[in-house]
């Protein structure tokens, strides 16, 4: 037992205990789309050189938080990680409402990470300041240092087409110009479904999506089993998950693999399918009808997740900033540390 009434439990399988308490924390918890059950669950299945760690923290023997890990092993050295660190956006805790001391937070990881033994380095990407509405604290009560920024559109339901808000009016001016030639001479049609309702099949989207980052020579994770595991995840009707498309003149020209989870939406998988209309800036085109089709269905953010392209910036109003946090446990884990941090800093110099 730990101070303020603290217990913990770790589990190696997402068995029937994990889900129902999954399942309560979810409905009145915050959390990212990359924390759901479903996605870890479906992930643990393609994640073969990956040993998947569930803790799930308790006060007064009522879930409060869970913290998904792995331990991912790159040649001889083990990496305790959160669940999906290299397949997500955001990477952190399932937490409740409860606000919990830094003293009783660090004593409670420190009785957790002992127990978990089998690492060398404890490697936490992607984290953000905040879960949703509550203080994340493995930002708060660790040292982290800056990893990267997502942008986002902080939504306001109001009628007026979001484009007009924008403050950059010489990027305004251009879009409303080419929209207004696109749409007096052409036919432009939107359509928005859930994946496994979808007439596109998401499987094109990611391969097509593939296609053109290989193209580019753009590194990226959706070949093989993540591609395999998206075609699960929706095969299993997962309900959150959209295909949104944007045909001209009876032709596709752009579509999104999209994904509302808390009231955010995640522009997730964006592709040009025909080059033919670039003029015209499908993809402007289409990022503005999903931000209008975000307010009908009362989302509050539209997020444009990891990466920091120009686009991003131009349509955001806010942003997320995440953090990256590393220590290392033993002789051995502290010399790997020390290297993990020179390759970062020349990484960053680059």
Same mark, same amino acid.
Do not use: C, M, W
């Given at each position: 037992m730990i101070k303020d009434n603290l217990s913990f439990k770790i589990f190696k399988d997402i068995d029937s205990e994990i889900e129902k308490i999954w399942q309560i924390l979810e409905k009145n918890s915050s959390y990212y789309f990359f924390q759901n059950l479903e996605y870890v669950k479906t992930l643990s299945k393609y994640s073969k050189d990956k040993e998947l760690i569930t803790v799930i923290v308790f006060k007064n023997n009522k879930p409060i938080m869970i913290f998904p890990l792995e331990i991912k092993k790159i040649f001889s050295v083990k990496f305790l990680q959160w669940a999906g660190t290299s397949e997500s956006d955001y990477c952190g805790p399932i937490i409740s409402d409860y606000t919990i001391e830094k003293d009783n937070f660090l004593d409670l990881w420190q009785k957790i990470i002992n127990e978990i033994k089998d690492y060398e380095i404890i490697f936490f990407d992607k984290q953000p300041e905040n879960i949703e509405k509550n203080i994340n604290p493995f930002f708060k009560?660790?040292?982290? +240092?800056?990893?990267?920024? +997502?942008?986002?559109?902080?939504?306001?339901?109001?009628?007026?087409?979001?484009?007009?808000?924008? !403050?950059?009016?010489?990027? =305004?001016?251009?879009?409303?110009?080419? /929209? /207004?030639?696109?749409?007096?001479?052409?036919? =432009?049609? #939107?359509?928005?479904?859930?994946? #496994?309702?979808?007439?596109?099949?998401?499987?094109?989207?990611?391969?097509?999506?593939?296609?053109?980052?290989?193209?580019?020579?753009?590194?990226?994770?959706?070949?093989?089993?993540?591609?395999? #595991?998206?075609?699960? %995840?929706?095969? !299993?009707? #997962?309900?959150?998950?959209?295909?949104?498309? %944007? /045909?001209?003149?009876?032709? %596709? =020209?752009?579509?999104?693999?999209?994904?509302?989870?808390?009231?955010?939406?995640?522009?997730?998988?964006? =592709? +040009?399918?025909?080059?033919?209309?670039?003029?015209?800036?499908?993809g402007k085109l289409l990022i503005n009808e999903l931000i209008n089709w975000s307010k009908k269905k009362e989302v509050d953010f539209f997020d444009f997740g990891v990466g920091q392209e120009n686009y991003k910036k131009y349509w955001s109003n806010s942003s997320v900033n995440l953090y990256r946090y590393i220590n290392f446990r033993g002789i051995k884990g502290f010399f790997i540390y020390l290297l993990v941090k020179i390759y970062i800093k020349l990484k960053q110099s680059f």
């Open positions: 009560y660790f040292n982290n +240092i800056s990893h990267s920024k +997502i942008y986002q559109i902080k939504i306001e339901n109001d009628e007026q087409d979001y484009i007009d808000k924008l !403050s950059n009016k010489k990027f =305004v001016t251009e879009f409303l110009r080419t /929209k /207004k030639k696109l749409l007096s001479t052409n036919e =432009v049609e #939107f359509e928005h479904n859930l994946a #496994f309702e979808s007439k596109l099949e998401p499987e094109k989207i990611i391969k097509k999506k593939i296609s053109l980052l290989n193209e580019k020579k753009i590194n990226h994770n959706l070949e093989g089993d993540f591609t395999n #595991f998206y075609i699960t %995840l929706i095969d !299993s009707n #997962f309900k959150n998950i959209y295909v949104s498309t %944007l /045909k001209i003149n009876k032709q %596709l =020209v752009a579509a999104n693999l999209g994904i509302i989870e808390k009231r955010r939406f995640y522009y997730y998988i964006p =592709v +040009i399918f025909n080059e033919k209309f670039n003029n015209f800036s499908p």
